[in-house]
C-alpha cells in the first residue's frame, strides 16, 4: 500500500528565505507526482506536476524534483513571501490516476 | 479559463439524511475523481470514472454512490449521513486518463456537516 509521507510538517521562516519541502512515497511505481497548495478551509490549487520520466519541474519561484527510485521529491521555494503561507501537499498517482496525498507541510513565512 | 464547478458550496444536514453533491469538470475532461478531506486531515481518495464508467474506487462507503453522466459531470450520492460524514468533498477533473498522465485540477469543494 502507498504511503505518503511529508518532512516538516510545519515550517516558519523569515520572508525571503529560500526553503525546501520534502515528500517521500513507499511505493516506486508511480505514474506522477504533483504539489498542491492549500489555504485555510480553501481548495486544493496544483502548483506542479512532474510525471514519472521527468526529474524536474519549474514554475516561476517553484522548482521541484522527483528522484523516483529512491521515493522521494522535493519542492524548493525560492525567495519565500509571507503570500507563501499555506500548508502544502504533495500527491502520487499511480495507474488509474487516483491521487494519494501525503500529510502535508504547513508553511508560515514572516514578514 | 473554466475551472470545476461544485455544487452547493455548503450543505448541512441531520443524522440520516440524504445529500447529493455535484460537479461540472472542465470542459472536454473526461475522467472525474472524488475526494473526501476530514478536518486536519489530507484528502481521501473516494472514487473515480473514466467516460461514465467506473474507473478506481477506494474507501468509500456502501451508504455513498456516485455515476457520471453523458454531458461528463458527476454526482456523489450520500444516504444515512454519520456525524462523521462532516468534511469537506472535493472534485477534480482531468484529460485522457488513459494515458494516466495528466494534471488534475480541483473544484473549490463542498462543506458537508452533519449535525
Known amino acids: 500500500k502507498q504511503e505518503v509521507t511529508q518532512i516538516p510538517a510545519a515550517l516558519s521562516v523569515p520572508e525571503g528565505e529560500n526553503l525546501v519541502l520534502n515528500c517521500s512515497f513507499t511505493?516506486?511505481?508511480?505514474?506522477?507526482l504533483q504539489w498542491f497548495r492549500q489555504d485555510p478551509g480553501k481548495g486544493l490549487t496544483s502548483l506542479l506536476l512532474i510525471q514519472s520520466s521527468q526529474r524536474e519541474q519549474t514554475s516561476g519561484r517553484l522548482n521541484a524534483s522527483l528522484d523516483k527510485s529512491s521515493g522521494r521529491s522535493t519542492l524548493y521555494i525560492a525567495a519565500s513571501q509571507p503570500g507563501d503561507s499555506a500548508t502544502y501537499l504533495c500527491?502520487?498517482?499511480?495507474?488509474?490516476?487516483?491521487?494519494?496525498f501525503g500529510t502535508g507541510t504547513l508553511l508560515a513565512v514572516q514578514p | 479559463a473554466a475551472g470545476v464547478i461544485q455544487s452547493p458550496r455548503h450543505l448541512i444536514k441531520e443524522k440520516r439524511e440524504t445529500a447529493t453533491l455535484k460537479c461540472y469538470p472542465i470542459?472536454?475532461?473526461?475522467?472525474v475523481y472524488w475526494y473526501q478531506q476530514g478536518p486536519g486531515q489530507d484528502p481521501q481518495f473516494l472514487i473515480s470514472?473514466?467516460?461514465?464508467?467506473?474507473?478506481d474506487k477506494g474507501s468509500i462507503p456502501d451508504r455513498f454512490s456516485a455515476q457520471q453522466f453523458s454531458d461528463y459531470h458527476s454526482e456523489l450520492n450520500m444516504s444515512s449521513l454519520e456525524l462523521g460524514d462532516s468534511a469537506l468533498y472535493f472534485c477534480a477533473s482531468s484529460l485522457e486518463q488513459g494515458r494516466s498522465s495528466y494534471e488534475q485540477y480541483f473544484g473549490p469543494g463542498t462543506r458537508l456537516t452533519v449535525t
Open positions: 470514472f473514466y467516460e461514465k464508467m467506473q474507473s
Open positions: 470542459p472536454r475532461h473526461d475522467t
Open positions: 511505493d516506486s511505481a508511480i505514474y506522477n
Open positions: 500527491a502520487v498517482g499511480g495507474a488509474t490516476n487516483k491521487l494519494i
